[in-house]
């Protein structure tokens, strides 16, 4: 086949703020993805998806599918707009399509649908001004998040606060940097998990992934901030978490999380490829925080590659396993 990969580069750019980048890939994953298809003899060009002829690009240069993990640069719509130029050259391409990329990069949107399907999720409040009064209902400590914004991007240790004056405070910073709405959700006490979903004909839920923060206790961070991302590993900085795939749960808190990640995964009516993440209660209730239809799939650092090693799955097994559920999807919309 040929393929197109459409993607948002990481760049070295100091002008720029430090987490501008963040949801962008590097090239380590391009060429892993591309070396991965070229594996199975299929030919791949790469294509920046920040480049504004990109419709009469492939208008010009048509192809057989696209391999999407393009993140989009602008916009709350960003991550649908490469879809939304391939829908409208009727081009198929991997992944999600443009309502679901949508719906996953509004938090709050997306819980209102989990909400709806009785999925358990973190009580919450949008604040456009962060000046609304607070919802009596809402139990401190909580958290604030951007509510547009994805790999912790505007998430960090301040954004957990325990009173009201932290709160507002701390959500006049915010609003004045991201120039956003914000999300204020009750902080989940309890285990973090993520839960990775592939289709390949039928949903095959990953083995679950569980990441330990008590291991970080040195760096002062305790949970999936920005921090704890973008520098994951890092001992100096003490961001060292640890990864337990399968997460150590019994069989039964096992079965319910995966139901709940596959729940939230056709709530959303996502397409090949999901990770869901998840916050397990001190009575093991697992609340879903969001679900990422764009998972990052760095072959070393990613979460996602970690729970397909983990089912016994090369790397190459699992692009192709995105692309050739694309291809079958696209041959019963022919059909
Ligand atoms: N309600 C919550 N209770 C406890 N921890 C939370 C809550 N919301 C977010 N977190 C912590 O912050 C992290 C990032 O939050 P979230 O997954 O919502 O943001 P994101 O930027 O979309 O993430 P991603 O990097 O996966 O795209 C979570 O993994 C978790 O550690
Ligand atoms: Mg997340």
Not at 198 to 212: F, K, R, S
Not at 273 to 299: A, F, M, W
Request: glycine share 6%; proline share 6%.
């Amino acid at each position: 086949m040929k393929i197109a990969l459409t993607y948002n580069l990481k760049k070295e750019d100091e002008s720029k703020p430090p987490d501008y980048f963040s949801e962008f890939d590097s090239e380590e994953t391009i060429n892993a993805i591309s070396s991965a298809l070229r594996s199975r003899g299929h030919s791949v060009a790469h294509v920046e998806a920040d480049n504004p002829n990109l419709l009469s690009f492939f208008k010009n240069n048509p192809v057989d599918m696209v391999f999407n993990i393009a993140e989009g640069t602008r916009g709350k719509f960003r991550e649908s707009q490469v879809p939304a130029i391939l829908e409208y050259l009727n081009i198929p391409h991997t992944g999600s399509d443009t309502f679901s990329l949508a719906l996953a990069l509004n938090k709050a949107m997306t819980k209102k649908i989990l909400i709806a399907d009785n999925i358990p999720t973190p009580r919450f409040q949008v604040f456009v001004k962060g000046t609304e009064t607070l919802d009596p209902q809402m139990c401190f400590p909580l958290i604030i998040k951007p509510n547009l914004e994805g790999s912790a991007k505007g998430i960090m240790k301040e954004n957990f606060v325990s009173d009201a004056t932290a709160l507002y405070r701390r959500l006049k910073e915010l609003i004045g940097r991201y120039h956003q709405e914000m999300i204020v959700e009750e902080f989940i006490e309890g285990t973090e998990l993520t839960v990775g979903i592939l289709e390949n004909g039928t949903a095959t839920i990953l083995p679950i992934l569980e990441i330990d923060f008590s291991t970080c206790a040195k760096s002062g961070e305790f949970f999936y901030s920005w921090r704890m991302k973008e520098f994951q590993g890092d001992e100096a900085k003490g961001l060292t978490p640890t990864f337990h795939c399968p997460a150590r749960l019994d069989k039964a808190t096992e079965t319910l999380v995966k139901e709940t990640a596959l729940k939230t995964h056709r709530a959303v009516g996502c397409y090949d490829i999901s990770r869901t993440d998840i916050r397990l209660n001190k009575h093991g209730i697992p609340y879903v925080l969001e679900i990422n239809p764009l998972p990052g799939l760095n072959p070393k650092e990613s979460n996602f590659p970690l729970m397909v090693y983990a089912a016994g799955m090369k790397y190459e097994d699992l692009i192709n396993s995105i692309l050739m559920n694309a291809f079958q999807r696209r041959k019963m919309k022919n059909g």
